[in-house]
Antibody, heavy 116, light 111 residues
Framework: EVQLVESGGGLVEPGGSLRLSCAASGFAFNTYWMHWVRQAPGKGLVWVSHVNTDGSTTTYADSVRGRFTISRDNAKNTLYLQMNSLRDEDTAVYFC?????????WGQGTPVTVSS | DIVMTQSPDSLAVSLGERATINCKSRQSVLSNNKNYLAWFQHKRGQPPKLLIYWASTRESGVPDRFSGSGSGTDFTLTISSLQAEDVAVYYCQQYHTSPYTFGQGTKVEIK
């Protein structure tokens, strides 16, 4: 069974940092592109970033480029999102998702709150 | 970025009746005879669920009352006979060009 389990969310002050993790199981993690997507309270889904199978190619939404870094450890079957210089508007539930054609399996999400 | 616009923002449909959601992209998402357009169902407290990809291909396990159509810039998700468990927010997504943009969502409720 495909499972994606996010962790690392929490409350952080503006300007702070967090690292999210997404533990994958039930599939060949190293053969899939992986994504982060977020949903702010009361808002819709917004794509954040994706990474190719070996981590050599990454893409970011304009709103996070230069502040967030996506990476993966295929030996640990884990996807990461390093978030720096956090802003109020980064408050959201962050989902990791696997790509097969497009994002087919999603985790339950981890909430991030940026507030002083 | 490819802007995706859904209509309506919300709709209320009686049980057993048809629900139709539209999605328009600002530029074509058709390449190599494939439309890079997906539909997701998102229920509160759950992760989004992929329903349709390539505009009209139903994901495994998705009931056949869900269907997708359209090409180029105009797409439709149809729920042929609304069931109580279909109450959710539905999103279209283009995966033709990074960033993979979503529509704003359409909330479907029971009338």
């Amino acid at each position: 069974e495909v499972q994606l389990v996010e962790s690392g969310g929490g409350l952080v002050e503006p300007g702070g940092s967090l690292r999210l993790s997404c533990a994958a199981s039930g599939f060949a993690f190293n053969t899939y592109w992986m994504h982060w997507v977020r949903q702010a309270p009361g808002k819709g889904l917004v794509w954040v970033s994706h990474v190719n199978t070996d981590g050599s190619t990454t893409t970011y939404a304009d709103s996070v480029r230069g502040r967030f870094t996506i990476s993966r450890d295929n030996a640990k079957n884990t996807l990461y999102l390093q978030m720096n210089s956090l802003r109020d508007e980064d408050t959201a539930v962050y989902f990791c998702a696997r790509e097969k054609v497009t994002t087919d399996y999603w985790g339950q999400g981890t909430p991030v709150t940026v507030s002083s | 970025d490819i802007v995706m616009t859904q209509s309506p923002d919300s709709l209320a449909v009686s049980l057993g009746e048809r629900a139709t959601i539209n999605c328009k992209s600002r530029q074509s998402v058709l390449s190599n005879n494939k439309n890079y357009l997906a539909w997701f169902q998102h229920k509160r407290g759950q992760p989004p669920k992929l329903l349709i990809y390539w505009a009209s291909t139903r994901e495994s396990g998705v009931p056949d009352r869900f269907s997708g159509s359209g090409s180029g810039t105009d797409f439709t998700l149809t729920i042929s006979s609304l069931q109580a468990e279909d109450v959710a927010v539905y999103y279209c997504q283009q995966y033709h060009t990074s960033p993979y943009t979503f529509g704003q969502g359409t909330k479907v409720e029971i009338k």
